[in-house]
């Protein structure tokens, strides 16, 4: 079946540095792919997304690269901040059955 | 605050139990979801509503049970669970299913069976 596979599951980097974190999708009739991010306790919360037509796009210190022949996207926080710190999810988008294929996530933790 | 409200926040409930868990979204939204979240796992779509109307069933065990009444009101009926089917079920709304877009989500109800 279809799947998106997330790696790293835990990243530690220091306050200020950049994070990268990075999806492959298997169905290359994935048109959609967003980013959520979930705080302890809370719902997961969408942060960036991106569409199939786009290969980057960037809201102030988030980013998401899109490369659609390699079948994968990434998310990209630059000069992060101890709030940065969360589970982040990719997921992809079939337009076949209308569903969010997720990855497993990805725990971000700050160092001070 | 993200608009959707789910009741309870926490549940225990023994194997023999009956319950449900509420979801209420003041979005003006027409599709609510039921998802499962197990740790390090990919979240679990159980159920989609698209204008009151179920669109998906991802094989999910008849021991859980959904109800939509009408496009702002979810629930989901629980009886006779699983130890296994201890976890965090979020609900979400968002626009129309068949266009893709934001999800907004519920902060969750974690149940614990006994």
């Known amino acids: 079946g279809e799947n998106v596979e997330q790696h790293p599951s835990t990243l530690s980097v220091q306050e200020g540095d950049s994070a990268v974190i990075k999806c492959t999708y298997s169905?290359?009739?994935?048109?959609?792919f967003p980013w959520y991010k979930q705080e302890l306790g809370k719902g997961p919360q969408l942060i960036i997304d991106?569409?199939?037509n786009v290969g980057e796009k960037k809201d102030q210190r988030i980013a998401v690269t899109l490369n659609k022949t390699a079948k994968h996207f990434s998310l990209h926080i630059t000069e992060t901040q101890p709030e940065d710190s969360a589970v982040y999810f990719c997921?992809?988008?079939?337009?076949?059955?209308?569903?969010?294929?997720w990855g497993a996530g990805t725990k971000l933790i700050i160092k001070p | 605050e993200t608009g959707v409200t789910q009741t309870p926040r926490h549940l225990v409930m023994g194997m023999t139990n009956k319950k449900s868990l509420k979801c209420e979204q003041h979005?003006?939204?027409?599709?609510m979801y039921w998802y499962k979240q197990s740790a390090k796992k990919p979240l679990e779509l159980m159920f989609v509503?698209?204008?009151?109307?179920?669109?998906e069933n991802n094989s999910v065990p008849s021991r859980f049970s959904p109800e939509c009444p009408n496009s702002s009101h979810l629930f989901l009926h629980l009886h006779t669970l699983q130890p296994e089917d201890s976890a965090l079920y979020l609900c979400?709304?968002?626009?129309?299913?068949?266009?893709?877009?934001?999800?907004?989500f519920g902060e969750g109800s974690r149940l614990t069976v006994l």
């Open positions: 169905d290359s009739a994935s048109n959609y």
């Open positions: 979005l003006g939204h027409n599709a």
């Open positions: 991106i569409r199939s």
């Open positions: 509503y698209n204008f009151k109307e179920q669109t």
């Open positions: 979400a709304s968002s626009q129309p299913a068949a266009v893709p877009g934001e999800l907004f």
């Open positions: 997921a992809a988008h079939m337009d076949s059955n209308y569903q969010l294929i």
